[in-house]
């Protein structure tokens, strides 16, 4: 019942957040973006593994860019210690927001890009996804209320790897207005 209560303080924090959102919109790509962050279900082992490894490369390919990652673990997949920051429900406060040390060190960076990816449409992701005052927001497909702008459709099947090959393709199809040539 309690769980429920919370659960349910969550939900409308999340309708609050998104519908109150003054953040300010930018387009990104990889090259344009300063800093980046990744929010996601690290539940899976295979997908903790997936996001090292895309990590490492990262940092060996963009040094100069800062990466904030954020992974949630559900409470029946706890892990001990992960080489990401990571949150669980238990962070969720009783005035419907998620608290806690990792929670408020990836919400205090605003960084020019978020990647979020939540196959399970999981509550305590959506809410820090809506939180993030990031300038472009892109995550998998998501029931509303969201504040992402850019959605992309990931089949249930397919995992993060899906996910960021996709993110890396269409975020390198866009062209922010100052590299347009005049008509």
């Known amino acids: 019942m309690l769980d429920r209560l919370r659960l349910a303080l ?3 924090s999340l309708r609050q957040l998104v519908e109150r959102s003054k953040r300010r919109r930018t387009p990104h790509t990889f090259d344009t973006a300063r800093s980046i962050a990744l929010l996601f279900d690290a539940s899976e082992e295979e997908t ?3 996001i090292a490894l895309w990590t490492e490369a990262f940092a060996e390919r963009e040094h100069r860019k800062r990466l904030h990652v954020l992974a949630f673990v559900d409470d029946a997949h706890t892990v001990g210690q992960s080489r990401f920051p ?18 408020e060190h990836f919400l205090a960076e605003t960084p020019d890009l978020l990647l ?9 992701i959506q809410w ?3 939180a993030s005052k990031a300038a472009m927001k892109m995550g998998n497909t998501n029931v509303p ?4 702008d850019f959605v992309l459709e990931t089949p249930p099947n397919k995992d993060i790897q899906f996910f960021l090959r996709e993110a890396t393709h269409y975020l390198s199809k866009i062209v922010p207005a100052h590299h347009e040539q005049p008509a």
Do not use: M, Y
């Open 48 to 50: 903790r593994k997936i």
């Open 145 to 148: 209320p969201h504040d992402f």
């Open 128 to 130: 820090v996804a809506a």
């Open 116 to 124: 979020c990816f939540n196959p399970r449409q999981l509550l305590p």
């Open 86 to 103: 990571q949150f669980t429900s238990r962070d969720l406060s009783w005035r419907g927001r998620l608290e806690g040390p990792a929670v």
């Open 10 to 12: 969550l939900r409308r």
